[in-house]
């Protein structure tokens, strides 16, 4: 726990009568905590030389792990739905990055099972490493054919062994593989259409460690970062996609496959929204019928979101915009499998959504690759999991925040729930200052630190979504 001192300086200069005010903050970590506060207090006296003044002092435990530095700044920025441009994309469940990801966090999850009924804890591995290698396709109007399967590569490090005994590593990677694709991509069978391999290889002996007990530290010096809440532009997007692959819709249109990217454009009141939808060529006659059902989805998306936005005055909705369809099948986009990576695109972890299932161009993000990292020591994984946690609950604790960033930034070897450094920006409500909501602030951060071990188990059992 850290200590912590306010202070409060009420200074009178006998020659002038002037009275002037000074007030702070310091912490102070380590063995004897009151000692280092004590001297902050006594050189605030040396300050003072011969004025006279009120010294009035104050100390309290705060709920905090001990953490080497940490900022609470209000931005003189409004929230983003008042910003005068937003650029925000998402990818879909069958997007080839997506995919990518969406496999890897699987086989993260698999792996992470077996080694707990195994050892009784997970042990050293990281999955975030890998390549979905596009097929080749031919498709046509009525039902093309698969020339050449995709390919599904698996990189990075895993632990093969414990205690003498062999782990089928390779064996529980390839069946959660095949698992993930059986469940989520409705026309591809991964018998016939996918190529797995591993390339798995051991962990080096310093970072193996990391994994030898239960007492996990951090893995890397990075930094996750967070924000809540989502503005109405990502949030659109957000239920865009995920109303286009619901399975509702895919039953009323089955000819939509789940390769499907939304790219939104807000400047001002108005929200553009470009939309790539990959259809399956055996539900599409012909180009007429390919146009009637461009037409008829544009219709339903945009049906679905005109009474889900309020500060957007207006929204437009394109779909599929390189399309040429006097050119026949080669000016339409038609997929044999519902994704592009049956013939056209590739994919590999990292390169899709960030852990809030969006890539916010005008937000802060970090370039970790969560997907397929461990969920016990990799803060890559964690703290950008645990960054919007801890934004959603500062937004949701006090009225007076309209949007909050939180960044935390970890130094290897140091225990999870203790950062190196901790950042978190508020946009507040006009009458409001930090001051008047630091005491909350500081016990949820403390709050949500203390709890990081519950949020790494339920990283491990797959309990929350990276979608």
């Not at 506060?37 to 006594?42: A, I, K, P, Q």
């Not at 461009?294 to 936005?309: G, I, Q």
Request: charged share 25%; net charge negative; hydrophobic share 40%.
């Amino acid at each position: 726990m850290s200590w912590r001192i306010d202070y409060d300086l009420r200074m009178l200069t006998p020659s002038s009568g002037r009275e002037s005010r000074s007030s702070g903050t310091s912490f102070a970590a380590g063995t004897d905590h009151r000692t280092s506060l004590l001297h902050t207090s006594e050189s605030v006296h040396h300050r003072l030389n011969e004025c006279a003044c009120y010294f009035i002092c104050r100390y309290r435990w705060l709920p905090l792990p001990m953490i080497e530095q940490i900022q609470l700044f209000e931005t003189s920025q409004g929230p983003m739905d008042r910003r005068p441009f937003e650029y925000v994309e998402r990818k879909g469940l069958g997007h080839p990055d997506t995919i990518c990801d969406s496999v890897m966090e699987h086989v993260a999850v698999s792996l992470s099972e077996a080694y707990l009924q195994l050892a009784g804890h997970v042990l050293h591995f990281n999955v975030d490493k890998a390549l979905f290698v596009a097929g080749r396709s031919e498709p046509k109007f009525g039902g093309g054919s698969i020339i050449q399967p995709m390919q599904f590569i698996v990189g990075d490090r895993a632990t093969m062994s414990f205690e003498g005994k062999e782990i089928p590593v390779d064996e529980i990677v390839e069946q959660a593989i095949r698992n993930w694709f059986s469940t989520n991509l409705r026309f591809v069978d991964p018998d016939d259409h996918l190529r797995i391999r591993s390339v798995l290889q051991p962990g080096s002996p310093e970072l193996v460690s990391v994994y030898s007990n239960h007492n996990v530290t951090s893995n890397d010096t990075s930094v996750g970062v967070g924000y809540a809440p989502l503005s109405e532009t990502e949030s659109l997007v957000l239920e865009a996609e995920r109303f286009l692959n619901s399975r509702q819709f895919k039953d009323d249109f089955p000819a939509t496959g789940e390769d499907i990217k939304v790219m939104g454009v807000r400047q001002g009141h108005q929200l553009d929204l470009t939309v790539a939808i990959a259809f399956v060529d055996r539900f599409i006659s012909d180009a007429s019928t390919y146009q009637w059902a461009k037409n008829s989805v544009t219709e339903a998306l945009s049906r679905y979101l005109e009474s889900r936005h309020h500060l957007i005055r207006k929204v437009t909705i394109a779909v599929n915009t390189l399309d040429r369809l006097e050119a026949g099948v080669r000016g339409a986009y038609l997929t044999v499998l519902g994704t592009s990576a049956d013939g056209a695109d590739s994919g590999q972890v990292g390169r899709g959504n960030r852990s809030n299932g969006l890539i916010s161009l005008t937000r802060p993000m970090s370039l970790e690759a969560v997907a397929g990292k461990n969920p016990v020591g990799h803060v890559g994984k964690v703290y950008n999991v645990l960054a919007n946690q801890m934004a959603n609950a500062i937004f949701d604790s006090r009225d007076e925040v309209e949007e909050v960033c939180v960044w935390l930034c970890s130094r290897i070897g140091w225990p999870l729930e203790r950062p190196w450094s901790v950042s978190v920006q508020l946009s507040l409500v006009n009458d409001a200052f930090v001051d008047d909501i630091e005491d909350d602030l500081y016990e949820i951060i403390g709050r949500e630190l203390d709890a990081v071990g519950n949020l790494s188990h339920k990283l491990m059992l797959g309990e929350i979504q990276l979608d």
